[in-house]
Structure formats: C-alpha cells, structure tokens
C-alpha cells in the first residue's frame, strides 16, 4: 500500500496531490517511523558528544 503510494509521488507533478499523498503514508506508517524521526529530529537539535 505504501509502497504503491510512493510509486505515485514520483510521477506526481500536482503540489497537492503531493501533499494529500505524503499525509497518506504519514497516516499509515506514523508508528512505525515516529521513532526514527524523534532521533533524527532530537540528534539534529540538541547533539551529544557522540555526534559532534
């Protein structure tokens, strides 16, 4: 499903097309990517020593 989504995007010009489908995979997928996001977001904003 997501993967079909992605397949769309890269075809798609229409910016809100572009929107409506990445809130789509943001939907499906939030629990899977949050994690990952929150590290990226939190090691880009306040970095440790192990990422200086």
Known sequence: EVTKLIRELQYESDRENIV???KEIAKKN???YYPTINAI???ELFPTKSTL
């Open 41 to 43: 977001v939190n090691s």
């Open 30 to 32: 939030w629990d899977m």
């Open 20 to 22: 409506r489908i990445f």
